[in-house]
């Protein structure tokens, strides 16, 4: 088994949800518990034995680049895949990232820049996903802004709806990925992660697990608020429980 060595982080997008704090700051650099939210991840990442990490930068790019730099000040290398004004989506970045090189041709770990969770990434680092295998999953409870959920699991298969009395969870934004899931796009052409995710559970291509550990969309201010409370109230660095915000 060999173990996970480099990890993408999603932060191209213009977090319009969270104007107009986003207006002048990209959503990665957001101030969540005292520092910026992409930093909890840095941070996580380099804990847990992951030291080169992709990050696809597009809206206000050159502050993001010049806040984090090369990750030194964090012990990572950080891998600067830029995509035009207009992003490139979630898959697209993705591509673009292994199609210039920032991102090796190897299994991943995949973070969403906009959620801020307790889990522990050295779980993820020795995954290994098998041949045909596309992702890896982690599922949460539902929040309030999600209360349908996203996909089932079932046997360890995930799947968009559920098999018989089988419960959907909401997509963490964590996971890991093969590089194949995205073979076939286009370069520069927009594609989200979504749809082929969809087509690889058909083919029972995707696994996942349900997390208990502390998790958030960072998505508005209202939860920009509900998680800084929760870490001025618990302390991130303090509070190992598994009760959700």
Sequence with gaps: ??????????????????RP?????????????GQPLIVWHIKALQAAGITDITINASWLADKLMKTLGDGSQYG????????????????????????????KDAPFILVNSDVWTTYDFAQLQ???LEADQRAHLLLTDNPVHNSGGDFAVNDGLASEQPIGNADKYTFAGISVMSPRLVDGLVSGQPAALGPLLKKAMIKSQV??????????????????????????????NDYCGSQSL
Excluded: C
């Excluded at 700051?25 to 969540?32: A, E």
């Excluded at 998790?215 to 201010?221: F, S």
């Design 1 to 18: 088994m060999s173990a996970i060595t480099q990890a993408m982080i999603l932060a191209a997008g213009k977090g319009t949800r969270l």
């Design 21 to 33: 704090l986003t207006l002048e700051t990209p959503k990665p650099l957001v101030k969540v518990g």
């Design 76 to 103: 990572v290398n950080l891998h600067w895949s830029l995509e035009d004004d207009e992003p490139l989506e979630t898959a697209g970045g993705i591509f673009n990232a292994l199609q210039t090189g920032k991102l």
């Design 126 to 128: 020795n995954y290994e």
């Design 207 to 236: 696994t996942a697990e349900v997390i208990t550990d502390n998790w958030i969309d960072v998505g508005t201010p209202e939860r920009l608020t509900q998680v800084n409370t929760f870490i001025a109230n618990k302390g991130a």
